[in-house]
């Protein structure tokens, strides 16, 4: 049985001394955020004391690309590739008829500020925020289920403000269900395994359930239970659950927001959701991911998104091996593409068909896939060894940008692709790019025999 809850991964983490404990009492309001800031790339941080609220807290758990792996049961070198393997055979979740996560139900008195021990993160946002739910709503047409993550605000009492960007898939339910004269129902996780977050994150087609994907990367269907008051299901091994409506003709002003870039946004109004019932095991521990430019935030959209654009970028180009996203452009809006011997002139077509396909993208190097695309200093010698600058540099002015994009000018931004591959021919017996090595055979055996020297 593959443990589909936060908490195993807990124990390893403790086990290898991976796991800070917090006891004293923390206040959720900015101590919280401050001490995983400042401590963004360490130990994952549980805070048995918030003040004010009986839940722990948990933060900074999957901050590294190893992080990730380890909790999928993969090696680091090995994360993109179980990401494909999930992406080409997904599968399906299992229904259970109970669930930890329905150990305690509440109808009545939801205060979700009393009742959770949610952060307040920054000095100018107004009010704390849920920022680790797994939203899961159904298509008012098609009934197709959909999975992402969206910052919910605290608005007092059973009222969250949902900040969703226009052109993701739940903010398209949003419309579908305002255009019939409803609202959506929606159902937020809290505490998840790596699997449903990271599935959550893939970057599929409308209608694709991310679920799917999340058991393909579980290596077992997701378990998942009937809410007790909405038509929709959600990982019975969760932590906690909020089952509601989100109302699109509901709008709240949302005011600055943190936003990836590390900068504040205001992105203008939210959307307004209401909880009408709260599940929760009854030892809860409280997931919380630090927003903002932090690395747990940037790496979950970082590696779906490179996972997706991996796959989509070799259906159409087969010399494609791998994207990388970079976590230095924010984890969005910089990538890697190594090829595999492409042909004359295929590097700029797979850097155009990236930006066309991953709108958030705007600075594109392609390598040859001698090049290790996570070894930026790599990267960087092929940037000085294979690029010509006046024929290797693509530059885009006026493309349409991501609104996350921190110098978009009216939404549009100018995108850069730089082309360091080899040309066919180069590295040829004395040609300009032949390696320098010793004979062939005595560095076979020097290799081989090394450890001996
Ligand atoms: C920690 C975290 C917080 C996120 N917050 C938001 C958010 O507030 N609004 C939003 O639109 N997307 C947010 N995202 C990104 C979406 O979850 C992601 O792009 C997802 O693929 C969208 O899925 P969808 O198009 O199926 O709705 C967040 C991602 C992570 C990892």
Not at 23 to 33: A, K, M, Q
Not at 251 to 272: A, L, N, Q, R
Not at 431 to 446: H, K, N, Q, Y
């Amino acid at each position: 049985m593959v443990d589909q809850s936060l908490r195993g991964f807990l124990d390893d983490l403790e086990a290898r001394g991976d796991l800070h404990r917090i006891t004293r009492s923390v206040d959720p309001r900015f101590e919280i955020g401050a001490i995983l800031a400042l401590r963004d790339r360490g130990p994952a941080q549980l805070f048995q004391n918030v003040a004010g609220h009986a839940l722990p807290l948990v933060g900074n758990l999957f901050n590294g690309r190893d992080r990730i792996a380890r909790a999928l049961g993969v090696q680091a070198g090995d994360l993109d590739a179980h990401c494909q393997e999930a992406l080409r055979r997904p599968v399906p979740p299992r229904i259970v008829a109970t669930a930890p996560v329905q150990e305690v139900v509440r109808r009545q008195d939801l205060d979700l500020g009393r009742l959770l021990p949610v952060p307040h993160w920054f000095e100018r946002e107004a009010a704390p925020y849920i920022t680790a739910g797994v939203i899961v709503a159904k298509d008012p047409e098609t009934g197709r289920r959909n999975v992402s993550i969206a910052r919910l605000r605290l608005e007092g009492g059973a009222r969250l403000l949902a900040g969703i960007a226009r052109n993701h898939h739940l903010a398209i339910l949003a419309e579908k269900a305002r255009s019939r004269g409803r609202s959506l129902e929606i159902a937020v996780a809290i505490g998840n395994h790596a699997a449903v977050l990271l599935g959550s994150q893939m970057y599929v087609a409308l209608g694709e359930d991310e679920f799917d994907i999340a058991g393909g990367l579980l290596g077992a269907p997701v378990d998942l239970v009937a809410c007790k008051t909405v038509d929709l299901e959600v990982p019975a091994a969760a932590e906690i659950v909020l089952e509601g409506v989100l109302d699109p003709d509901q709008t709240i002003p949302e005011g600055p927001v943190s936003e990836f870039p590390g900068f504040y946004v205001d992105y203008g109004p939210g959307i307004g959701v209401e909880i009408r019932c709260v599940t929760q095991r009854h030892d809860a521990i409280y997931q919380a991911i630090l927003p903002g430019l932090a690395a747990e935030h940037c790496l979950l959209g970082a590696v779906a998104i490179g996972a997706t654009l991996t796959r989509d970028l070799r259906r159409v180009i087969p010399a494609v091996r791998r994207v990388f996203v970079t976590e230095g452009g924010m984890g969005r809006l910089h990538a890697v593409i190594a090829m595999h011997r492409p042909r004359l002139g295929e590097g700029k077509c797979a850097a155009l068909l990236a930006f066309g396909t991953v709108n958030l993208l705007k600075l594109i190097t392609v390598v040859d896939d001698d090049i290790d695309p996570e070894d930026s200093r790599a990267v960087e010698w092929s940037l000085a060894a294979r690029f010509r600058g006046h024929e290797d540099l693509i530059v885009l002015p006026g493309v349409k940008a991501d609104r996350c994009d921190p110098v978009h000018e009216n939404l549009v931004v100018t995108k850069v692709a730089m082309v360091a591959t080899t040309r066919p021919g180069d590295g040829e017996p004395h040609g300009r790019s032949e390696f320098a090595r010793p004979p062939r055979d005595i560095l076979d055996r020097v290799t081989r025999d090394l450890a001996s020297y």
